[in-house]
């Protein structure tokens, strides 16, 4: 078979000389044949005759001869195409449409395909990517869905599961990089040893972290990323063994990864040992993990996730058996869940791609049907071309594959344009802010979706052909010759197909209009939910402070006061404080609290909280609100009074019939020594802390910042100027009081807020989009088919119209049919809807999934539109004038 | 001029391997080779004669090189392959057989029924 395609291809490329051959090689032939006759006593003319009798006609042999070769084929098809391109430039406005058609439709669906095979499709760039998967706690009952792995975890499963052949933890960071005054702040990794066997893909140059090279006086190594590799070291082979400032701490760097290590989302440019001490791999540190720290395993060949779920369930069990913690933690739900890595990444914008390719594809949907009604309408304007050229001889397959050249012509050009637009799709989805979902960067136009492209456009062509080829074979030849009008032939069942064709495109786009209308209405909701606090002219940044230089509590206190001193001071700056953790920051991570007198009910666990300590003029700064009692300020930090203030979430739930003001609690999950309890001085208004569509208030505490000193922490400014312009003051502050500490993450609380919504702002916008094409698409759609309903029916009109029907009349026929239509689509799209609600009810905020708004306003929308497009085509038919259609041929 | 027999279809490409199998010949000479074998008896229909040449070497059975004639003509000549010498000895084989068969059938009298 190859080789034909071979020899096939072969004469392609030298047709000239595959013609010449063929004619040189006959002429010899008859001039040898001619010669050998003569000399055997025959006349030349004679010989002549006798050699053209036996030999037939040369033109008849080379036919067959190009046949034996399969050329024929091709140069039917360069008939067929040629042909197809003349008929398609004689309709440019037929040609036009169908084109531009396809190219939105396409393209709209390319784009929408281009993240879906990114984010869903494309496996990991691990090897076996299938086997990897990830473990973390979960404390459902108490209101933590999700709480990472702890070290203990790590060591106590580390080699004592044996649906695992390796098990490793990671934790993302940020850490200031180089030498003193070209410090820069990088994304980094701290992983454990296992790391890169566990992933399969380790260091092409140097080797991987040993098991030695985890704790903190033992972990001064480094791997490099291939990007910072190529940009701070200029690919320099002898890299090994050099030294590298990371945190104004000097590390061996010890390995470099290939370019194409990737780790999910990350965007890691270094990789450090993730090292912990004895005292935190004990079993009392087990439920410890915050978030932090996370895991992942590769599953034995052939193991199966429930044959790991069941083995870690055993091993969570036979633990807690000797925990003193274990009734709480067992009331908390507490559970280790194993899930496929990758699918766990994207499991937040998995269920909307999906619904916005559906919707993609319904847009296809109308595009095609549109476009199947005006190839019908153009196949019975040449009825009778095609029934005198089968009366000639074309046979059925001649028919057939005419069609399917033409309407792949047509879908392979669409598709062509229709890539433009895809690619265009992907810089406007990039514009929206798409590279920052899970995977999101991966996002890419590449040869893969191009392939994917031609493909579906070749799949497209020949499903286009379908019906017009059956609706060309199917009349009889000599109705067509006879019938002197083009509008003689159209039988029920066209007809018929052509009304259903306009009641599944309304349908689609009021589906499509339905959807895009609760999405829509969600991010509405979404946006309108109050953060909590006044939003606007906040700036906030965050700040690491390396461990070397600032190892310890008072350090790092001296460091955050200094800078609220200077920021103070500065102009436009109202208010400014600092918290470990702001809003929206992306972050979260609760911890426990233990109110004095709160006793558990039965069915009640502990409850995590969002806890943070706050110093300088945080909550004016932010904007809160006070319910009751006071602010913490910054005299509560220096003279270190053991006090905080909850937000309302919390005072309701330990404290429904009375003021909170005045409770004692405790930091942590056990009732802790009188003196350490810390009294409840204020109660503030309660923040959204993870994003806006947060339902589930969990309660939060702040204290002062002297009890919750952290080396990573947010500084936020209340200034009377757009909050942005204060960036670089803040900047220049934070380098006056270090050299070598940088500023990141800045950005304005609204800001934060906006971005915080791009899961929601973007398929709201998409599905708008789409449902706009899909109106308009309908609206042509109907259009044409009832123009072609009014030019079919001109003579019935104008006879009609000349035994006295009304104008009015009509109209109303037309109308009548019209709304039918409108009827039959709305009551499918309703139910579709219907369908499609219950699909997206988990991506909805607030919207139940049957909104009748929504549907009302999509009806009229609909029906507005089509009866638009409808009124043109049935006035114009009101017009005819009955004279002119009784005279036309 | 002996009389001479009709071909039986799919018996010429089996004859054109044969005739090419024995040396290299252009497309004219492959007409001559087959009369001359076949000793006059077999009629060959010229105008089939290239399409079953271009046939056989779409299919790889014969190779095709433009090489000089004996009167110093550009001329196409044909050869051999591996794989059409394969079939030629496949096809010889079938025909054999068959043809014994028939004679074997034919000669049949009526005590020996």
């Known amino acids: 078979m190859l080789k034909r395609f071979r020899s096939l291809f072969r004469v392609l490329t030298r047709r000239r000389e595959f013609e010449d051959g063929m004619t040189e090689e006959l002429s010899f032939h008859i001039e040898q044949y001619t010669d050998d006759l003569v000399r055997s006593g025959m006349s030349r003319e004679e010989a002549a005759r006798v050699t053209r009798r036996e030999l037939g006609s040369p033109i008849n042999i080379k036919a067959d001869c190009r046949q034996a070769f399969g050329i024929h084929l091709l140069d039917e098809l360069r008939r067929q195409l040629s042909y197809a391109i003349r008929l398609l430039r004689k309709s440019p406005g037929f040609t036009a449409t169908a084109l531009l058609t396809i190219a939105v439709c396409f393209g709209a669906n390319l784009t929408i395909f281009a993240v879906i095979d990114s984010v869903l499709l494309r496996p990991l760039p691990f090897p076996e990517p299938g086997r990897l998967t990830t473990i973390f706690n979960t404390y459902p009952k108490a209101g933590v869905e999700r709480d990472g792995s702890s070290l203990t975890n790590y060591y106590e499963r580390r080699g004592n599961v044996p649906a695992f052949t390796s098990l490793a933890i990671y934790r993302y960071g940020t850490e200031i990089v180089g030498e003193p005054g070209s410090t820069e702040r990088d994304q980094t990794m701290r992983v454990s040893p296992d790391f890169f066997s566990t992933l399969g893909l380790g260091p092409v140059i140097g080797r991987s972290f040993t098991e030695e090279e985890t704790t903190s006086e033992t972990d001064h190594v480094a791997i490099l990323s291939d990007t910072f590799w190529r940009q701070r070291y200029n690919a320099d082979s002898n890299v090994i063994g050099k030294q590298i400032r990371v945190n104004s701490v000097p590390r061996t760097v010890i390995g470099v990864l290939p370019p194409a290590f990737r780790f999910l989302s990350s965007d890691a440019q270094l990789f450090l040992p993730l090292a912990s001490r004895p005292e935190d791999r004990t079993p009392s540190q087990r439920h410890a993990g915050g978030n932090v720290i996370q895991m992942i395993a590769r599953l034995q060949p052939g193991a199966t996730l429930a044959q790991a779920q069941s083995e870690i369930d055993a091993q969570n069990a036979s633990l807690e058996a000797d925990d003193p913690q274990a009734k709480m933690i067992a009331d908390a739900g507490f559970r280790s869940l194993v899930v496929p890595l990758h699918a766990d990444h994207v499991v937040a914008i998995r269920l909307t791609l999906l619904l916005l390719q559906a919707g993609a594809m319904a847009l296809l949907l109308i595009g095609a049907v549109n476009l199947v009604n005006l190839l019908l309408v153009r196949a019975s304007g040449r009825v009778k071309e095609l029934a005198v050229r089968q009366a000639l001889g074309a046979g059925r397959g001649y028919v057939v594959s005419e069609v399917v050249v033409e309407t792949t012509l047509l879908t392979l050009v669409g598709g062509l344009l229709g890539l433009v637009i895809g690619a265009g799709g992907i810089h406007l989805l990039g514009m929206l802010g798409v590279d920052r979902l899970p995977l999101g960067s991966r996002i890419a136009f590449d040869g893969r979706l191009a392939l994917v492209a031609l493909l579906a456009a070749i799949i497209m062509g020949i499903v286009f052909a379908v019906p017009i080829a059956w609706f060309n074979l199917r009349r009889h030849l000599g109705n067509a010759l006879q019938s002197e009008s083009r509008s003689g032939t159209s039988g029920r069942a066209t007809q018929f197909l052509r009304h ?23 991010l509405l909701r979404a946006m309108a939910v109050s953060p909590g606090f006044q939003s606007d002219h906040v700036l906030t940044g965050h700040i690491l402070l390396p461990w070397a230089d ?23 700056v109202l208010y400014a404080g600092v918290v470990n953790n702001v809003p929206f920051s992306g972050k979260t991570g609760k911890s426990a609290a233990t109110v004095l007198g709160h006793i558990l009910r039965p069915s009640e666990s502990a409850r995590g909280h969002y ?65 350490e309890a810390f009294t409840v001085v204020g109660v503030v208004g309660g923040v959204k802390q993870a994003g806006l569509t947060e339902d589930y208030a969990q309660g939060a505490i702040y204290y002062p910042y002297v009890f919750r000193i952290e080396d990573s922490f947010f500084v936020a400014v209340h200034t009377t100027l757009p909050p942005e312009s204060l960036g670089l003051a803040l900047q220049r502050v934070v380098r006056q009081i270090d050299p070598d500490i940088p500023v990141n993450d800045l950005r304005s609380m609204e800001t934060r807020i906006a971005d915080s919504l791009v899961a929601r702002r973007s398929p709201a916008l998409l599905a708008g989009l789409f449902s706009g094409i899909a109106l308009l698409l309908t609206a042509i759609g109907t259009y044409g088919v009832l123009s072609y309903a009014v030019a079919q029916r001109r003579r019935e009109i104008g006879l009609r119209m000349a035994l006295g029907a009304q104008p009015g009349h009509i109209r109303g026929q037309f109308l009548y049919l019209f709304l039918r239509l409108l009827a039959g689509g709305v009551l499918l799209g309703v139910i579709g809807a219907w369908l499609t609600s219950q699909a997206m009810q988990a991506v909805l905020f607030h919207v139940p999934p049957f909104n009748l708004a929504i549907l009302t306003s999509a009806l009229c929308i609909i029906a507005l539109v089509s009866l638009a497009a409808c009124l043109l085509p049935s006035s114009r038919a009101a017009r005819i004038s009955p004279m002119d259609a009784l005279a036309e041929e | 001029m002996a009389k001479t027999a009709e071909l039986l279809p799919g018996t010429l490409d089996m004859l054109i391997l044969k005739a090419v199998s024995l040396k290299p010949l252009h497309g004219y000479g492959v007409l001559l080779r087959i009369r001359q074998i076949s000793r006059d008896a077999l009629e060959i229909p010229q105008g089939s004669l290239y399409p079953a040449l271009y046939r056989l070497e779409h299919h790889d059975l014969i190779a ?11 001329a196409k000549y044909y050869t051999l392959t591996a794989a059409g010498r394969r079939r030629l000895r496949d096809e010889t084989a079938g025909w054999n057989r068959l043809a014994s068969a028939i004679a074997v059938a034919l000669s049949t009298t009526s005590e020996e029924v």
């Open chain 1, 500 to 522: 259903s064709f306009i009641v599944s495109q309304i349908a689609l786009a009021f589906m499509l209009l339905a959807g895009a209308g609760l999405l829509g209405l969600s």
């Open chain 1, 550 to 572: 600032y190892p310890d509590g008072p350090s790092r206190l001296a460091f955050a006061e200094k800078l609220m001193d200077k920021v103070g001071p500065l102009p436009g």
């Open chain 1, 611 to 675: 806890s943070y300590g706050v110093g300088g003029d945080y909550f004016h700064a932010m904007g809160f609100s006070l319910r009751s009692g006071r602010f913490l300020t910054a005299d509560d930090s220096a003279g270190s009074t053991r006090v905080c203030v909850v937000d309302e979430d919390f005072a309701r739930y330990y404290w429904p019939n009375a003021s909170a003001i005045g409770g004692r609690l405790w930091d942590g999950s056990e009732v802790g020594k009188d003196n």
């Open chain 2, 64 to 74: 095709a090189e433009w090489g000089q004639s004996e009167n110093n003509r550009r």
